[in-house]
């Protein structure tokens, strides 16, 4: 980080900000990119910088993706917050000068930048590449921090922007699940954003946002995947196999974190020929480290910070054999990481717990 130009990283925070509103009011209309399957913070944070964008730099913005909204909470945040996005495929690239890159980075595998276009601005918190955000005009780059949400929202309170209820509500809710409600990767700028934003959040929405409806198919995955975990001395592995989605396997890896003596959890699961892997550690381990561990040799790419990490494994053919061997090469790599390499598998059923 510290090899980055000052002109596009500040060390001053009103600086940054600075910089990047003088960027943006150079432009004429900003597109705003994301990860393929967007999550709550990175959604929170495209709204954030959209409405930086229009109240600090008066410029307008579109919100575009490539993949879909899958996990039910997230599904109800696009929903009760009426966020409006595009599918990129859609979107004529040629009405926007700028396009900025929110939660993720150029060359990130489960980020997809079309064909000549160039990126304007970075916003994220996961450890970087200098070398492919080398040509980006500005990049704010924090692993520090614990959500990108709040490093948007470090923007919006330095250029004393007060949020609507409708983005205040998307940032809150970034923040509050990059964190796990404050308790992991937490920095004092989270805490910071946090406390700004809470006098506008609409408290109603936030709630039915957190607690939708789930169908009976959820139910169904989730008991699939539960009797597929093996455990080792403090490690949870589970491999789903085929699944409706990268967003389970997040979801199945941040529950198994929460099983007594379990200090780390490595799930994976199929989606297409992509193979997904969230990672999750107690709080004051190296999700990231584990990650690359565990993915050495594949064709993938990861990225992570603190106790979470994910990433993805792209597949020549998606038939149950060439699964099964992804599964015994990543579940190697995990166990010589983890130091317990040539130990037995508890399944979970196994106990009288």
Not at 3 to 14: D, R, V
Not at 29 to 58: I, W
Not at 211 to 234: C, E, I
Not at 321 to 341: D, F, K, S
Request: charged residues 25%.
């Amino acid at each position: 980080m510290n090899s980055l130009p000052l002109a596009k990283l500040a060390h001053s925070g009103t600086a940054r900000t600075e910089l990047l509103r003088d960027l943006l009011r150079t432009r004429r209309k900003l597109l705003v990119l994301t990860h393929n399957n967007p999550d709550p913070d990175s959604l929170g944070g495209a709204v954030g910088l959209q409405e930086f964008a229009r109240l600090a730099a008066g410029i307008e913005s579109k919100l575009a993706i490539t993949g879909r909204i899958l996990r039910a909470e997230n599904q109800a945040m696009v929903r009760e917050l009426r966020i409006a996005m595009d599918r990129l495929d859609t979107v004529r690239l040629s009405e926007f000068d700028c396009v900025a890159l929110v939660d993720t980075q150029p060359g990130f595998g489960h980020t997809f930048v079309p064909a000549g276009t160039s990126v304007d601005i970075v916003l994220d918190h996961h450890v970087c590449d200098a070398a492919r955000i080398e040509d980006v005009p500005f990049v704010d780059v924090r692993p520090e921090i614990g959500a990108t949400s709040s490093l948007v929202t470090s923007h919006l309170m330095v250029a004393g922007v007060v949020p609507s209820p409708m983005a205040a509500t998307a940032l809150a809710y970034g923040i509050r699940t990059d964190t796990a409600d404050l308790s992991r990767n937490v920095s004092d700028l989270d805490v910071q954003a946090w406390e700004y934003l809470s006098p506008h959040v609409d408290r109603q929405r936030l709630a039915a946002i957190t607690n939708p409806r789930l169908p009976v198919a959820y139910f169904r995955t989730l008991m699939s995947a539960l009797s597929k975990v093996r455990l080792y001395d403090g490690l949870s592995l589970c491999s789903l196999g085929r699944t409706t989605s990268a967003e389970m396997v997040a979801e199945v890896a941040d529950l198994l974190l929460r099983m007594e003596g379990v200090r780390a959890v490595f799930c994976g699961g199929l989606v297409g020929q992509s193979y997904y892997v969230s990672v999750r550690t107690e709080v004051g381990g190296d999700a990231w480290s584990l990650i690359k561990a565990g993915i050495d040799g594949e064709d993938g790419s990861c990225g992570g910070h603190g106790s979470v990490a994910g990433g993805s494994i792209t597949l020549e053919s998606a038939d149950s054999r060439t699964l099964r061997r992804l599964e015994r090469r990543l579940e190697r790599n995990v166990l010589r990481a983890m130091g317990v390499a040539g130990s037995n598998a508890v399944m979970l059923g196994d106990g009288d717990d």
